[in-house]
C-alpha cells in the first residue's frame, strides 16, 4: 500500500505562509493524483486541493481558492502544497492522499483508499 509522508508545519502568524511536501520512500508518485486533506479537532476531515497526476490539472475548494498552490514536482517524487495569506480558520492537521479521478480530473474529496499517514500540523495564531 502507498505511504506518504507530509511535513513542512508549523506555527505561522495570520498572513503567513507555508509550504507542505508529500513524498513516498521507494516508490514513484508520478502514476498518481494526489490530493491535500485536514481535519481540525472536532471536525471532519476535508478535501482541499487536489493534482493530477501530470500537474496539468488542479483543483482547490474554495475556501482556499486564490491562497493556496498545489504543485508537484514529479523529478523529486514530491507535492506541494504554498499555503499563503493564512487564517486562523486554517489551523489543522494536514494529510496528503491519492485522490480518485474522473479521467484526468483529480477529485479532491475522494481519497483512494483509507491509509492516513501522521500528517503534519499547521498552526495559524498570533
Known amino acids: 500500500q502507498l505511504q506518504l509522508v507530509e511535513s513542512g508545519g508549523g506555527l505561522v502568524q495570520p498572513g503567513g505562509s507555508l509550504r507542505l511536501s508529500c513524498s513516498a520512500s521507494g516508490v514513484s508518485l508520478n502514476s498518481y493524483a494526489i490530493g491535500w486533506f485536514r481535519q481540525a479537532p472536532g471536525k471532519e476531515r476535508e478535501g482541499i486541493s487536489c493534482?493530477?497526476?501530470?500537474?496539468?490539472?488542479?483543483n482547490h475548494v474554495d475556501s482556499v481558492k486564490g491562497r493556496f498552490t498545489i504543485s508537484r514536482d514529479n523529478a523529486k517524487n514530491t507535492v506541494y502544497l504554498q499555503m499563503n495569506n493564512l487564517k486562523p480558520e486554517d489551523t489543522s492537521v494536514y494529510y496528503c492522499?491519492?485522490?480518485?479521478?474522473?479521467?484526468?480530473?483529480?477529485?479532491?474529496?475522494?481519497?483512494?483508499?483509507?491509509?492516513w499517514g501522521p500528517g503534519t500540523q499547521v498552526t495559524v495564531s498570533s
Open positions: 492522499a491519492r485522490v480518485f479521478t474522473t479521467g484526468v480530473n483529480p477529485k479532491c474529496d475522494q481519497p483512494l483508499g483509507d491509509y
Open positions: 493534482i493530477s497526476s501530470n500537474g496539468g490539472v488542479t
